[in-house]
């Protein structure tokens, strides 16, 4: 009989055999998606990898990020396959191979989110809907980004930014601008798009649940406990719980003085069109609002910032062009009288007092000491310290500078000054080219067709990349990779390629809230630039992650805000 084997021998052979069998099952799985090729077709599949069993590529995805995608784009060129979240991806980059499957919406392609996303947003939602449902959806939803919708919105919003960025001058510490940047936008669509009355611990549970819900948008489809299919199921039970009583108060409520939001737009719309929406429907509509203006529009936002601070040169002539439109009016004295509105009946918390929209310089906290100021500023007034008064026209305490401080008044903007705007514009999207806020869109293979001399076979998934086209695209002047608004400008043009600059997608599914995303962006630039600077908290600028939205890596970008001081002298 043969000896026995030593138990370091048993352990070796137990790898060997474990290592052959891993490396069958990989071959399987590689040979599995190489026989779903369309035999109609002689065209070859996609080259690439599909990883590993069940779980591909997308461990890989989600630790990598941007680079999963560059590595292979470098290694397989624009058009490859690969395996994430349970499903065959072709991953497609360039202007022309964009264009033919966004202009083939509802022949080509369809809309294909993940399965997880699938679940958790529900089934009556614009993302979701297909062919006709899709049409009459995008129709009812329009009225809610109409331009009649969108003045209405703007004093609202310009008064949220307002108040929003007060606060972050006021604090004494570091400000973590992606978080910031999502309470911002929250606050916008909670309080403006759904016209939700929330106190504030209201307002930060219900963004912390929406939150959880989107971090788990993209996982796995596994329903089980501890999963992130699981936790966001969850996070969109409680939302509808919360959305359900509102909507019911809402409805009864039914006050005519009330401002017109965009629940109300929806409701009367889909009456326009025949249709009556019913609770489940208005609670996904109301979600995928949120959705749609909440993580996009933060991350962009802290973009914006981002890129502000690192281009000085660029807040400067932003300023040139305010003044030049009379909308940077820091020297401004504020007509006396009470306070005209007040954004909630409720300060950040309770040691917060409430701040009036009309006392713009009070945001100053005088505990911390003031910044360097920049080069060629005028030098600015030494304010004496705000009184804090307890009974005032505004509801609750608030702070009021003294009688003899200058302050800006808020400006009355419009959709139409903000047109005006030019190089504000140009500067926008090319924040949006640089950091776009979403890195690509998903699509399912209708049919099988050709792209880029590859076919793409019939259910398999289509992933279009934002990112790398516009990283990519032949058509910029100056380096794609360089931040530079003027490529933008009408001198230039160089992005007039319709499908070289496509951050809010294109086609049949292009992002029906565009004009209200960049109106939020510029009205948060002109704030920002005419009322504070900022100044890195951090030795170096943080890493940006950029799946499934691009932000800073944990939530790294640490910034000290400071208001500007008014001038003394008449000049703005």
Not at 27 to 45: F, G, I, K, N, Y
Request: proline share 7%; hydrophobic share 40%; glycine share 6%.
């Amino acid at each position: 009989m043969p000896a026995a084997l030593s138990w370091p021998e048993a352990a070796a052979l137990a790898l060997l055999a474990l290592a052959l069998l891993v490396s069958l099952c990989r071959h399987l799985w590689a040979l599995r998606w190489s026989l779903s090729r369309d035999r109609a077709s002689a065209l070859p599949l996609p080259k690439g990898s599909m990883g590993w069993p069940f779980f591909g590529e997308t461990l890989h995805w989600l630790l990598q990020g941007s680079h999963f995608h560059s590595s292979r784009r470098e290694r397989y060129g624009n058009v490859f396959k690969t395996h994430l979240l349970g499903r065959p991806v072709v991953r497609v980059t360039g202007a022309e191979n964009i264009r033919k499957i966004l202009l083939g919406e509802h022949t080509l392609v369809s809309t294909q989110w993940p399965q997880s996303t699938q679940i958790i947003l529900g089934s009556h939602t614009l993302l979701g809907s297909v062919g006709d449902l899709h049409r009459q959806r995008r129709k009812i939803l329009a009225r809610v980004f109409s331009r009649a919708a969108l003045e209405s919105y703007l004093p609202r919003i310009q008064k949220v930014v307002s108040w929003e960025l007060r606060g972050w001058c006021m604090e004494p510490g570091s400000i973590a601008v992606y978080s910031s940047a999502k309470t911002l936008t929250f606050r916008i669509a909670a309080r403006i798009l759904l016209g939700l009355r929330l106190e504030e611990k209201q307002f930060k549970d219900l963004a912390k649940t929406f939150e959880q819900l989107v971090e788990n948008l993209f996982s796995l489809p596994l329903n089980i406990p501890f999963s992130g299919l699981r936790k966001g199921i969850k996070a969109r039970d409680m939302l509808h719980e919360f959305m359900e009583k509102a909507i019911r108060e809402k409805l009864q409520r039914n006050n005519p003085e009330d401002h017109s939001d965009a629940l109300d737009f929806i409701i009367n719309s889909a009456k326009e069109h025949g249709k009556e929406f019913t609770m489940q429907e208005l609670k996904e509509s109301a979600i995928e609002l949120i959705f749609a203006a909440f993580f996009t529009t933060a991350s962009a936002s802290t973009s914006l910032i981002l890129l502000l601070l690192k281009h000085p040169s660029v807040i400067e002539k932003i300023r040139q062009e305010l003044m030049s439109h009379e909308l940077y009016q820091q020297c401004e004295r504020c007509p006396a009288g009470p306070c005209r509105d007040t954004l909630t009946t409720q300060s950040r918390d309770s040691e917060k007092p409430l701040l009036c929209p009309m006392a713009k310089d009070a945001c100053e906290d005088q505990s911390q000491p003031p910044g360097p100021t920049e080069e060629g500023a005028p030098k600015p007034c030494a304010p004496p310290e705000p009184t804090l008064l307890q009974s005032s026209p505004c509801a609750g305490p608030q702070l009021q500078a003294p009688s003899w401080q200058s302050s800006r008044c808020p400006l009355d903007i419009s959709l139409e000054k903000l047109s005006r705007l030019r190089y504000l514009d140009c500067v926008i999207k090319e924040v949006l080219r640089v950091l776009p806020p979403v890195s690509g869109g998903y699509r399912t293979a209708l049919q099988t067709f050709e792209l880029d001399g590859y076919q793409i076979p019939k259910g398999w998934s289509v992933m279009y990349s934002i990112r790398d086209t516009h990283e990519t695209a032949a058509v910029y002047q100056s380096p794609p990779g360089g931040f530079d608004p003027d490529r933008f400008g009408a001198a230039r043009m160089e992005a007039a390629g319709r499908f070289h600059y496509i951050p809010f997608g294109g086609g049949a599914r292009s992002c029906i809230g565009k004009e209200l995303a960049q109106a939020i962006l510029k009205l948060l630039a002109i704030e920002l630039v005419s009322t504070a600077r900022w100044e890195l908290a951090t030795p170096s600028y943080p890493a940006m992650q950029t799946v499934p939205i691009v932000h800073p890596v944990d939530d790294g970008l640490q910034l000290y805000f400071h208001p500007l001081q008014p001038s003394c002298s008449s000049e703005a």
